[in-house]
Nanobody, 120 residues
C-alpha cells in the first residue's frame, strides 16, 4: 500500500507565495516521475509541473517562470514552490507519483488534494 500526503495549501494574496509538499510512503521500491496537477470545478485535471527521477522538469506554459518543482529522493517527497501567485491559480492541487513496488508492479498514485486560494 502506498500513500501520498500533501501539505502547504492555503490562502494568499495575489503576488504572494506558497510551497506545496507531497510525501510518499508505504511499499515503495522506486519512484519514477512525480508531478503536480490542478483541477478546477467541472474541468479536467491538468498538469502543472513534472519532474523525472533524474531531475528533468516540465511546466505548463501558464506557470513557467513562476512555479518551481523539485524533489528529495531520500525523503520520497516532491515540492512545488509557487511565486507571483495570481487569482487564476486558485483551485485544488494534486500530487502524482509513478511508483514501482517490491513486486515490480508500477502504478500511478494521487494525493488527496490541497486547496490553493489566491485573493485579488
Amino acid at each position: 500500500q502506498v500513500h501520498l500526503v500533501e501539505s502547504g495549501g492555503g490562502l494568499v494574496q495575489a503576488g504572494g507565495s506558497l510551497r506545496l509538499s507531497c510525501a510518499a510512503s508505504g511499499s515503495i521500491f522506486s519512484i519514477n516521475d512525480m508531478g503536480w496537477y490542478r483541477q478546477a470545478p467541472g474541468k479536467q485535471r491538468v498538469l502543472v509541473a513534472a519532474i523525472t527521477s533524474g531531475g528533468s522538469t516540465n511546466y505548463a506554459a501558464s506557470v513557467k517562470g513562476r512555479f518551481t518543482i523539485s524533489r528529495d529522493n531520500a525523503k520520497n517527497t516532491v515540492y512545488l514552490q509557487m511565486n507571483s501567485l495570481k487569482p487564476e491559480d486558485t483551485t485544488v492541487y494534486y500530487c502524482n507519483a509513478r511508483i514501482r513496488d517490491y513486486s515490480g508492479a508500477v502504478h500511478d498514485y494521487w494525493g488527496q488534494g490541497t486547496q490553493v486560494t489566491v485573493s485579488s
